[in-house]
Antibody, heavy 122, light 109 residues
Framework: EVQLVESGGGLVRPGGSLRLSCAASGFTFSTFTMSWVRQAPGKGPEWVASMKEDGDEISYLDSVKGRFTISRDNAVNSLYLQMNSLRDEDTAVYYC???????????????WGQGALVTVSS | EIVLTQSPGTLSLSPGEGVTLSCRASHSVDSNSLAWYQQKPGQAPRLLIFAASARATGIPDRFSGSGSGTDFILTISRLEPDDFAVYYCQHFGSSQGYTFGQGTKLEIK
């Protein structure tokens, strides 16, 4: 069974930093692209960043470019999101997700963690 | 940039009824990139339908998806109490990543 478990959320002041972690199990982590998706209170989900299995290809939502950094450690089956210069509008539940379809062209997010709440407030 | 617009925003229905939810894309999209998710309060979204019409693993056949181009539909026949939730459509584009609609909330009448 695929399991994705996020940690590292919390309350941070505007301009502060936070690092989220995602521990993956139940599948061969090193062979999958991984993504972060966030959901602000009362809003729909919003994709944040993706990293291919070998770390060569990385993409970000425009509003987080230059502030957030996605990374992974395939040796310990973990995905990370370093978030710097946090803003009020970054307040959201952050989900670790497993995208599928890069080989087939049939794109979807087939597994989600339970989420980590990040609150940016003074 | 593709924008997904879902309608209606909220639907009030009774168990046993059927329902169709709409997702309209601002430009024609590849059906292979269109998916639907269900989200219950306090939970992560759950994949229901991918490639516009394929059911994800474990999803009952009461859920079906259809559509192409700019107009996509999620149909739920014979609503069960567990189906009352928020439903999102999603598109993937190589330049903008995953984008989601604003959601349709199904509530019990």
């Amino acid at each position: 069974e695929v399991q994705l478990v996020e940690s590292g959320g919390g309350l941070v002041r505007p301009g502060g930093s936070l690092r989220l972690s995602c521990a993956a199990s139940g599948f061969t982590f090193s062979t999958f692209t991984m993504s972060w998706v966030r959901q602000a209170p009362g809003k729909g989900p919003e994709w944040v960043a993706s990293m291919k299995e070998d770390g060569d290809e990385i993409s970000y939502l425009d509003s987080v470019k230059g502030r957030f950094t996605i990374s992974r450690d395939n040796a310990v089956n973990s995905l990370y999101l370093q978030m710097n210069s946090l803003r009020d509008e970054d307040t959201a539940v952050y989900y670790c997700t497993r995208p599928r379809g890069y080989a087939s062209g049939i794109y979807r997010l087939d597994s989600w963690g339970q989420g980590a709440l990040v609150t940016v407030s003074s | 940039e593709i924008v997904l617009t879902q309608s209606p925003g909220t639907l009030s229905l009774s168990p046993g009824e059927g329902v169709t939810l709409s997702c309209r894309a601002s430009h024609s999209v590849d059906s292979n990139s269109l998916a639907w998710y269900q989200q219950k309060p306090g939970q992560a979204p759950r994949l229901l339908i991918f490639a516009a019409s394929a059911r994800a693993t474990g999803i009952p056949d009461r859920f079906s998806g259809s559509g192409s181009g700019t107009d996509f539909i999620l149909t739920i026949s014979r609503l069960e109490p567990d189906d009352f939730a928020v439903y999102y459509c999603q598109h993937f584009g190589s330049s903008q990543g995953y984008t989601f609609g604003q959601g349709t909330k199904l509530e019990i009448k």
